[in-house]
């Protein structure tokens, strides 16, 4: 029998084996070297044009203060004030443009402070997520549903994921660097021609292996 040595492409014959030991099981495939982007996210909101017109006025237009790494999304310069049944977080921004539904991307340690359950989720799969208080500048508004807890993702085009060899929704993993760093799995890949090359881990995953956005990762099938 034969196997093949992901990291040197070469092919190992294994087939000469003189013991009668389990044989070991072959390698996680790995693709070459750190090459992966990290983006780092704190808690955030995506508003819909209505729960912005709540919170801020009517026909409000959000103000932007930067742009962020994926085509056409910016950080605002406005925040908002998350209200749960058991406590409140200020200052969490919201970024931009406006989606069709208002969404909240929360910390694992928001839930307790806020009193919520978040389920973990790719952005937009909102069904069966609780709701939250937002309150702003001009007003407050209470959402029926959109709190989630980000799933950790990669964003790649589909040329990325050709070279990478790797499809839209396969289940992955990265290693991390340093001297906390480690594996984490389950890590979703979302591929289409509108994003931008880049892992989004929350700043509590970035944290708990110590990596920031100045690192790179790699990515493991």
């Known amino acids: 029998m034969s196997v093949v040595d992901h990291l040197s492409g070469t092919?190992?014959?294994t087939s000469a084996s003189t013991n009668n030991s389990v044989p070991e099981v072959a390698p996680i495939s790995v693709v070459?070297?750190?090459?992966?982007?990290?983006?780092?996210?704190?808690?955030?909101?995506?508003?819909?044009?209505?729960?912005?017109?709540?919170?801020?006025?009517?026909?409000?237009?959000?103000?932007?203060?930067?742009?962020?790494?994926?085509p056409g999304q910016f950080a605002a310069k406005e925040c908002v004030i998350l209200a749960g049944p058991k406590g409140v977080i200020q200052k969490v921004r919201i970024l931009g443009p406006v989606r069709p539904e208002t969404?909240?991307?929360?910390?694992?340690?928001?839930?307790?402070k806020l009193g919520i359950k978040a389920p973990l989720r790719?952005?937009?799969d909102l069904k069966d997520t609780p709701g939250i208080t937002l309150v702003g500048s001009q007003g407050s508004v209470q959402i029926p549903r959109g709190v989630i807890i980000a799933q950790r993702h990669i964003h790649m085009t589909?040329?990325?994921a050709a070279r990478?060899?790797?499809?839209?929704?396969?289940?992955?993993?990265?290693?991390?660097?340093?001297?906390?760093?480690?594996?984490l799995r389950n890590v979703i890949i979302r591929a289409?021609?509108?994003?931008?090359?880049?892992?989004?881990?929350?700043?509590?995953?970035?944290?708990?292996?110590?990596?920031?956005?100045?690192?790179?990762?790699?990515?493991?099938?």
């Not at 969404?103 to 307790?112: G, K, L, N, Y």
């Not at 990478?164 to 594996?183: C, N």
């Not at 509108?194 to 690192?215: I, P, R, W």
């Open 164 to 183: 990478y060899g790797v499809v839209d929704k396969q289940v992955v993993s990265l290693e991390m660097p340093g001297d906390r760093g480690g594996i």
């Open 11 to 13: 092919t190992i014959d």
């Open 122 to 124: 790719l952005s937009g």
């Open 192 to 221: 289409n021609n509108s994003s931008a090359f880049e892992c989004h881990l929350d700043t509590e995953e970035a944290n708990a292996m110590g990596v920031s956005g100045k690192d790179k990762l790699r990515l493991i099938k």
């Open 32 to 70: 070459d070297g750190f090459t992966v982007s990290l983006g780092v996210s704190n808690h955030h909101v995506h508003l819909a044009q209505a729960e912005l017109d709540a919170l801020f006025g009517k026909g409000y237009e959000l103000t932007k203060m930067k742009d962020l790494s994926q």
């Open 103 to 112: 969404q909240v991307e929360i910390f694992a340690s928001d839930q307790f």
């Open 158 to 160: 589909l040329d990325d």
